[in-house]
T-cell receptor, first 115, second 116 residues
Framework: GQQLNQSPQSMFIQEGEDVSMNCTSS?????WLWYKQEPGEGPVLLIA?????ELTSNGRLTAQFGITRKDSFLNISASIPSDVGIYFC???????????????FGTGTRLKVLA | DGGITQSPKYLFRKEGQNVTLSCEQN?????MYWYRQDPGQGLRLIYY???????QKGDIAEGYSVSREKKESFPLTVTSAQKNPTAFYLC???????????????FGNGTRLTVT
């Protein structure tokens, strides 16, 4: 099945630093979602994006729906130790191209924050 | 509280046995999904159901079966035909009542299945 290209795969950062990660696709998406998953738990929705160019914040997190509709970015400002986890993007391809309402997931960015 | 409940949290089975994973939601969501997660990989779709008594195969349906007899329940059976059943299984649901093409998935806390 199709998967999104998510980068970086992993990153170690110092507490207080800003973090950026992104997902790209070869096809047009009409929805982008960002999730955080902690060990042994299910993914928790952080931000949902529905329009090209949309910029949405959730506390220290900011995500953007790329203007080309083929990518999305997640930024975390002033990271803290509890930000550690795996961050996944998920996109829903445009119905006219995919014919379904299935979401496609990125492979995740593993974030480790050094105190 | 509304949410998705998966049980059990951990499950151990001998090779050759079928096993059923439970997923219940009280969010009144129409659509439900089963994903499989392996280390270092994204979530892969096993089966999904957009309405009661109907379901479709996802990308890796071989060796699995599901039923959707009630709106709130979507059990997954891992059969002996599944070659590599050891994995973390996630159930999800979404509200299809509004614009179906932009409602997010909500996940349960997963079941870790180990087959030896």
């Amino acid at each position: 099945g199709q998967q999104l290209n998510q980068s970086p795969q992993s990153m170690f950062i110092q507490e207080g630093e800003d973090v950026s990660m992104n997902c790209t696709s070869s096809s047009i998406f009409n929805t982008w979602l960002w999730y955080k998953q902690e060990p042994g738990e299910g993914p928790v929705l952080l931000i949902a994006l529905y329009k090209a160019g949309e910029l949405t914040s959730n506390g220290r997190l900011t995500a953007q729906f790329g203007i080309t509709r083929k990518d999305s970015f997640l930024n975390i400002s002033a990271s803290i130790p509890s930000d550690v986890g795996i961050y996944f993007c998920a996109g829903q391809p445009s119905l006219q191209y995919s014919g379904t309402y299935k979401y496609i997931f990125g492979t995740g960015t593993r974030l480790k924050v050094l105190a | 509280d509304g949410g998705i409940t998966q049980s059990p949290k951990y499950l151990f089975r001998k090779e050759g046995q079928n096993v059923t994973l439970s997923c219940e939601q009280n969010l009144n969501h129409d659509a439900m999904y089963w994903y499989r997660q392996d280390p270092g990989q994204g979530l892969r779709l096993i089966y999904y159901s957009q309405i009661v008594n109907d379901f479709q195969k996802g990308d890796i349906a071989e060796g699995y079966s599901v039923s959707r007899e009630k709106k709130e329940s979507f059990p997954l059976t891992v059969t002996s035909a599944q070659k590599n059943p050891t994995a973390f299984y996630l159930c999800a649901s979404r509200d299809k009542g509004q614009a179906p093409n932009n409602s997010p998935l909500h996940f349960g806390n997963g079941t870790r299945l180990t087959v030896t």
